[in-house]
């Protein structure tokens, strides 16, 4: 749609770039396009890694899921890593029943299989020379039940019913391209490194705002004449030790952790580091969502 003829809004933001996580913590898949859904965008969160004892296990405990890399086709998600064989899993599959634990909370979900269970503790028990690690890690690959009903937080939704899969809580998250410059220039100035919006896991990146203009949002509005989107940023995203993780080579540094400490410290959830915003959509499932879309913006001046 052209902007021209976009409702009015405070100001402007285009979608420059889109992000879907098959797995849980594993690494992402960029899109140009993607559908959504009632948890979120198509397949995001979908499936998650396990422990013996159906704890979700992340980036947190084990580095080299960073390594893991996802690809869909029509049929089949293929995961990826390094010194192991695709393993290829249709999109349905898994229909052993099983519950499974997500921040304290027990989920429904099906177990997807012995193939993939060993295939992540194969991978997951490699040290970094490639040779077996001491102890085998053993974990087991689950796919969400989609005909439970996973809430997000009332508490930070107003009391809408906002669903996710094994998100960590929330159905979309969004970060401006500027927040990641400013954090970029403070990289550069204190001798390090810069890096890539990847490692903040977003499903929705916007450019023409400023930097952390996504924490002052109200909503952001795309009326096209086909389906409206109103998409809602309602909780600040806090941030964990992951964004210290190389995606390329799941090597942590503090870099990027100490940087954001030194001036994203948030009131809001008791000074707690945040980047990016948690959204759950008030309109607009079945939408298609694109990159070069671009989306009406009201802040929240309260």
């Known amino acids: 749609m052209n902007a021209d003829i976009l409702p ?24 140009q396009d993607v559908t959504l859904t009632p948890t979120g965008l198509a397949l ?14 992340t980036q947190r405990e084990l580095p ?17 890593a390094p010194g192991m064989p695709a393993l290829p899993l249709a999109l349905g599959g898994g229909t052993a029943p099983t519950m499974v634990r ?59 019913e906002a669903l996710n899969q094994f998100s960590d809580g929330y159905p979309l998250l969004l970060i401006s391209q500027a927040s990641l410059d400013g954090l970029n220039a403070r990289l550069l100035a204190a001798g390090h490194g810069a ?16 930097a952390h203009d996504e924490d002052r949002l109200a909503l952001l509005r795309r009326d096209d004449g086909a389906t409206p989107v109103l998409l809602k940023p309602v909780k600040p995203c806090p941030r964990c030790p992951i ?14 952790g100490d940087t954001l400490q030194t001036y994203r410290r948030d009131a809001r959830l008791g000074g707690a580091v945040t980047f990016g915003m948690n959204v759950i959509a008030l309109a607009g499932v079945g939408a298609r969502l694109r990159v070069g879309q671009t989306l009406a ?5 309260g």
């Open 195 to 210: 890096v890539g919006i990847e490692r903040f896991r977003p499903n929705l990146v916007l450019a023409g705002l400023q």
């Open 243 to 256: 964004p210290n993780i190389d995606p390329a080579t799941a090597v942590s540094t503090p870099a990027v």
């Open 8 to 31: 009015a809004g405070d100001m402007c933001a285009t979608i420059a770039r889109l992000f879907i996580y098959p797995v849980k913590s594993c690494a992402g898949i960029e899109v």
């Open 44 to 57: 995001d969160r979908a499936w998650m890694v396990v422990d013996a004892r159906g704890e979700f296990v």
């Open 297 to 301: 913006a009201d802040l929240d001046f």
């Open 64 to 80: 080299r899921l960073a390594l893991v890399r996802p690809e869909l086709t029509a049929h089949e998600l293929v995961l990826r």
């Open 102 to 160: 997500v921040w304290g909370e027990m989920v429904p979900a099906f177990d997807v299989g012995a193939a993939a269970a060993q295939w992540f503790t194969d991978f997951l028990a490699l040290a970094d020379s490639g040779l077996p690690a001491p102890l085998p890690v053993p974990c087991r690959l689950v796919r969400f039940d989609p005909a439970q009903r996973r809430v997000s937080s009332p508490q930070w939704t107003g009391g809408v």
